[in-house]
């Protein structure tokens, strides 16, 4: 079996894979998109190209349980999708935090953020925001790989 997630925004979309046949959460790529078209077809592309069982999408709600603007926007894509390639399967997942943990990933993580006290000062904060900017990108995979995680989890897969 083989479950895409996604983490989707009008910007860019994080996707991220697991397959039953490894039992482990890949991060993919993050694609840069800018409209709600470019959305739509970059989904497409990657759904087709990798051809799940499951398509897991992070659903943006705010505390109270309400959906989010990008959280319509979100759902709006996946109505385009069904319309487009019904036999898919998707699924929504409270995404809440999951960007927030990427971030917190990465910075512990990633070698290019690795630096003994970088917080204690001010100017090694000021260093740690500028050595962030490039690796960034890699958020959006990160929080694909959480919204999966908590599919798979809810799920009973892991």
Known sequence: MLILGFDVSKKKLGVAKWSSE???LLPIKVIQC???ERVVVEMKKVIQSYSPDIVVIGLPRHADGKLTDNGRFVKKV???LRKEIGEVNFEFVNERYTSKLAQGLIEIFDSKYRRVGDRSTKKGKKELK???GKG???EDSVAACLILE???R???YL
């Open 150 to 152: 908590r599919y798979l």
């Open 22 to 24: 490894i039992n482990v």
């Open 154 to 156: 809810e799920n009973g």
């Open 78 to 80: 996946v109505e385009e």
């Open 136 to 138: 960034n990108i890699e």
């Open 130 to 132: 500028r050595r962030k």
């Open 34 to 36: 800018g409209s709600f």
